[in-house]
């Protein structure tokens, strides 16, 4: 039966190879990863929770994935307490895991726990010294500590290991920080090299040059801002004061449209469109909006001043008298504000606190000669001729002292003019600053004169202060951002 043989006899069974490829099972611990992994990038995170919870109860809590994941989901969610208990549960089950430390330092720091996310991020970086972001995290806790040097160090290593705009932006803000401007524009030209169409380091550069007054470079950072983002509201804001600043405002106003478009509720943009107006002389809108900026930031010196400044103008000194003693109270160091509260009080007849007031302002202020100007006058109204004759030596020596720094520069002709007839009242005959005296000898109408000059000269200066400030304010930096510069 079996003479011819069996085909099939001493073969091996074909189903026992097949068995040798079949995907063998993942580890308990590791079998949802993948899922939960899935879910959490696709922000399914009701889901992700539920496998989590499912996954840690099958792994007594040993799953290490399964909690950093649950960790960053509660951070999302604001729940940073919870998210640091997590992540040193995290670093307990793994402590070579520098990705665990950076996680609990993290999560200090938006704590507030600055000095304590430093002690992490060192260890971090023990474990990889080579992360660019463990040095940029550092330097931002370091700058949140007021250690200026230290922020400094470790942002240049995260540039020399990486170049990110962010590091960019966060080294020139220290830079700023400790009054560094130059080291800072020279950090902000090598971020736009680096990344020449990244609009917010383009306007901040611009702003530097604004500040320094390089009004060519700043409208060109400016300018190449708003080709790469038309809405870019801190580009148009500081466009817009500079056009303010040269007198046309009809351009700026049209800058200004489109920004009140994108940010309708900006209290700086509505200071500078109260102030366009203002220039164009329609004060009733020009307080309407200076009451609207007033609103959105009630506690915004600038805002005020200008309302001041506007209800001079109208000749409405009590009004200007309320809103330059609020301005005085929040920003009590600047001479201007006394000046301008010096006058409300002259025509209010209180001589007394006018006097006081325009020698808090001469104390105060060491560049202004308006100041000197308009105490002179006051003065010399009242019988002081001696001492309106101090003021107004110390006025041509702060003249003196603008014209050797910029022998461009052109003063206002009402100011020039005024300055013209004290002189010849005064009998001062050898001047040092203005040619040409008049032979006008008094007005008794003088002080009121000389403030609105000085009233207006102020008024547009004050509104490109006010666009620099508020384009500061939305600079970024690790997470806050400066005051001024504030972080």
């Known amino acids: 039966m079996f003479a011819m043989g069996d085909p099939t006899r001493g073969t091996k069974p074909p189903t026992t190879e097949l068995q040798d490829h079949s995907a063998p099972d993942l580890p308990i611990v590791e079998r949802r990863n993948w899922l ?238 109260g102030m366009c107006f203002f220039g164009k002389k329609k004060y009733v809108a020009a307080i309407s909006c200076l009451k609207r900026a007033h609103y959105l930031s009630p506690f915004d010196w600038k805002v005020l001043y200008n309302l001041g400044l506007v209800h001079l103008t109208m000749q409405q000194y009590a009004s200007a008298f309320h809103f330059l003693s609020a301005a005085i109270n929040l920003h009590p160091r600047m001479g201007e504000l006394y000046m301008l509260l010096a006058v409300a009080l002259t025509n209010l007849e209180d001589q007394e606190n006018a006097t006081r007031a325009y020698e808090q302002a001469v104390t105060l202020d060491q560049s202004n000669p308006l100041v000197n100007l308009n105490f002179a006058i006051f003065l010399y109204n009242h019988g002081d001729k001696k001492g309106a004759l101090e003021q107004y030596q110390e006025m041509e020596r702060k003249v003196n002292v603008i014209r050797d720094g910029s022998a461009s520069l052109e003063f206002d002709p009402e100011l020039i003019d005024m300055a013209q007839k004290m002189g010849a009242a005064l009998q001062v005959t050898d001047t040092l600053v203005w040619t040409k005296p008049s032979k006008d000898s008094k007005s008794k109408g003088g002080a009121g004169s000389a403030s609105q000059t000085s009233g207006a000269a102020l008024g547009t200066n004050q509104a490109l202060g006010q666009a620099m400030s508020s384009a500061a304010k939305a600079s970024p930096g690790g997470g806050g951002v400066p005051r001024r510069t504030e972080a």
Request: hydrophobic fraction near 40%; aromatic fraction near 10%.
């Open 36 to 273: 939960i992994h899935q879910h959490y990038i696709r922000k399914d995170y009701d889901t992700c929770k539920t496998i989590i919870k499912e996954q840690l109860q099958e792994t007594n809590g040993m799953c290490e994935y399964a909690i950093y994941v649950q960790a960053l989901i509660l951070r999302l969610e604001g729940q940073i307490q919870q998210s640091l208990e997590l992540f040193q549960s995290c670093a307990i089950l793994n402590p070579g895991s520098a990705d665990n430390l950076k996680q609990v330092a993290r999560s200090l720091f938006l704590l507030g726990k600055h000095k304590a996310a430093i002690e992490f991020y060192h260890e971090a970086a023990k474990l990889n010294d080579k992360d660019w972001e463990i040095s940029h995290n550092l330097g931002v806790c370091y700058f949140f500590i007021k250690d200026l040097k230290h922020a400094e160090e470790h942002l240049n290593s995260a540039l020399q290991l990486n170049k990110h705009d962010r590091s960019f932006m966060m080294l020139g803000k220290v830079l700023l920080q400790a009054g560094e401007t130059d080291k800072a524009i020279d950090v902000y030209k090598r971020a736009v090299e680096f990344s020449p169409e990244n609009t917010e380091l383009l306007t901040t550069l611009g702003l530097l040059y604004l500040q320094l007054g390089r009004f060519q470079k700043a409208f060109e950072h400016l300018g190449n801002a708003l080709t790469f983002d038309p809405s870019n509201y801190k580009a148009i804001l500081a466009a817009g004061s500079m056009m303010q600043t040269h007198g046309d405002f009809d351009v700026a106003m049209n800058k200004y449209r489109v920004a009140a478009s994108v940010v309708p509720e900006s209290p700086p943009l509505w200071n500078n469109i």
